[in-house]
């Protein structure tokens, strides 16, 4: 599916993403659930999220996260409290720093409880995208706080671009668990 560009489209492939995520969950045994990820030592595979997020509640909260920043960015920045969308001491330079804070935070987070979070979150997050119109969401520098970009460019990364992400690393698991 192409990267979404209209209101629409965001909260469609949104949508459809994170029932992917629930579904693919849904076919992995329970007991499976909690398994540690079998690929967290593959030095073939070179990003750190590899092997910063150990299980499927890692991947959870970790979406979980991401809604956060992009609603209290949002919530502080209409609400006239400009606020970058990454919290001091963070920047784009140094983020996987802040997602591995992130992880330890949720280190004692229940695998159920990191699905709860999730739906609020994305619940949350769908609401909030949809009080904003098309040229609100898709328009480059419409909104002084969003810079060269668009407010819509933040919450596609931080929905349908992070929900692929989280499907492809799932299912990765999935596929480990059928090898053996």
């Known amino acids: 599916m192409a990267r979404p560009n ?54 959870l909260v970790h979406l979980y996260e991401w809604h956060q920043l992009l609603l209290k960015w949002i ?31 949720h280190q004692s987070t229940s695998l159920e409880d990191a699905f709860l979070l999730l739906a609020q979150s994305h619940a949350d997050v769908m609401r909030l995208i949809d009080t904003f119109d098309n040229e609100q969401l898709f328009t480059n520098k419409y909104f002084k706080w969003t810079g060269t970009t668009s407010l819509g460019s933040y919450c596609v990364s931080a929905t349908y671009s992070h929900y692929d992400w989280a499907i492809k690393k799932i299912k990765k698991h999935k596929n480990n668990l059928s090898i053996k």
């Open 6 to 59: 209209t209101k629409e489209d965001l909260i469609s492939s949104s949508n459809i993403g994170y029932d992917k995520i629930i579904k693919l969950i849904d076919s992995i045994n329970r007991d499976e659930l909690t398994m540690p990820f079998g690929f967290v030592n593959d030095e073939n595979l070179k990003e750190a999220h590899w092997h910063r997020d150990k299980n499927i509640r890692d991947v």
């Open 75 to 105: 919530e502080s920045n209409t609400s006239g409290e400009t606020q970058p969308f990454l919290p001091s001491p963070y920047n784009w330079k140094t983020y996987g720093e802040m997602n591995v804070a992130f992880w330890q935070k």
